[in-house]
């Protein structure tokens, strides 16, 4: 429940963000992300040493480096505009949130503006502490017991920030600090859509944590909406 | 023809003489107290003392050190050396995520950090410290954007009870510091074996039982802001958020008790009453202060 309405509040910021930008008769981008060759197999979990998050497992759940879904589909990647659209000038009110529940990030992507605020939550009744690994901004790291209410935080600079737990060394999850609010994350059928957009000439990129990034240039004009795809090449390992 | 040669040798040399000004080229400060440091005399020191460790780029990638898995593993340190480029310091009275302040950088040159490799320079001059200050704030922008964070607020230490012992064995089962630094603090928790630095590097908790200093310190202050500011870089977050003032005090008072090779009025209280010396008496001292006799 709690997830769902995470996801709600994230597409509330978008739809938001966007008609404040744009308002709501723009072009749109949308399309699909799918990956060539054989994805590296994800392993199980074996959270025996946390019981408390191993109940909520009753099949141990996987690493998520890659997720992939039916019809070569690769889930979890980040497709924003990353040139052609003006840099926000403040941040969507709105704040994103990461749950940590059954010793697991979710979402395991949040996309985010810089300066918006992000609350970390805690919904498991064990400790974790939160510590994302930013190289441009600045690397913190706190603790939450559990009951602790969620507490804010922001990042000033665009970045991709890996996060972990160092209490439970397999949760991992991804930060993506973007300028704009133009921002999808491909679903289980990799699918994106970026609504909304002016006319003009944009740079779109998908950003994948384990398989990078790639770009395309899309020209807008007037109302259209412009498909494309991003095919990644998988590893085995 | 002879000039040629001598001329271009000379050149080569210019350019590596002139490498470390380059890399540094912003020339820095520091304040200590009534001490100014200046970078450009802090200079001749760091390439004097502290690049065999530090790196002549000030990366913590110096000869000394070697990373795991490199070949041939075999490091002389087993904790890297801090890396000056990325700005993050373990050792700050400063909240998590900010810079330190330049007294605290100063602190740790005179005291050394315990439990690593680099030693107390209190051999060098409070005004050459105040010098390889200036110099280290010229490898990272973050000296020049940034500013030190408000050092964390330190209240003064409650009288030493019973009660505030008890109170803060409950709150280290209760924060989980047992997680990593164990039920009997010597730093073999369940997680102990699988932390790593944000390098990567394979690094071990606090082993409470043997010694007396800690990695920021020695003293019940050094002890307080340790877990209120964590240790940036390493698996230790900040607790700032989640402990009160004085809850704090209580569990410095009990993790005192947890030192059981270092006579502590708090080991000395809590070894009076029944509870505390069953539980002292039933602890044998395992392990080194690097915790080298923890598996990993």
Known sequence: MRTKLGYAAGLAVLAASTIGFAGPSGGSISGKV????????????????????AQQHPTPITTETVVVGPGNALQNVVVYISAGAPDESSPPAQPVSITQKGCQYLPHVVPMVVNQELKVVNADANSHNIHPLAKINH???????????????????????????NIHPWMHGEFAVLKNSHYAVSGGDGGFSLPNLPPGKYTITAWHESYGEQTQDVTISGNETKTISFVFKAKPY | MRTNKLTKLLIVVTALLAAPVLASAQQMESHIGKVTGHSESGKQLFYRYCWGCHGFRGDGNGENWLPTGSYPYMPYLNIQPR????GTFKCRSTPTGSLPTEQDLYDSLVRGLNNSNMPSWITLTAQNRADLIAFIKTFS???????????INVPPEPKLTGESIKHG??????????????QEGFGDGPSASTLTDSNDQPIRPYNFAVGSRFKCGATNQDLYKIFMTGLDGTPMPSFADV????????LVHFLRTLQVTHKSAELTLWGSTKEGAAQIASRKVSGTPTGSGIKQ
Request: proline letters at 14%.
């Open chain 1, 139 to 165: 690397e913190w790291n706190k603790s939450q017991p559990p009951g602790t209410p969620p507490f804010s935080e922001k990042f000033d600079k665009p970045e991709f920030i890996p996060v972990k737990c």
């Open chain 2, 83 to 86: 890396n000056f480029v990325a």
């Open chain 1, 34 to 53: 799918t990956y060539e060759g054989t994805p590296a197999r994800q392993k199980p979990i074996d959270m025996s040493k946390e019981p408390g998050c």
């Open chain 2, 169 to 182: 064995q409950e709150l280290y089962q209760k924060l989980e510091c047992w997680k990593c630094h164990g």
């Open chain 2, 141 to 151: 922008a973050r000296w020049k954007n940034d500013k030190p964070g408000d050092p």
């Open chain 2, 243 to 250: 402990i009160k003032p004085e809850d704090a005090w209580d």
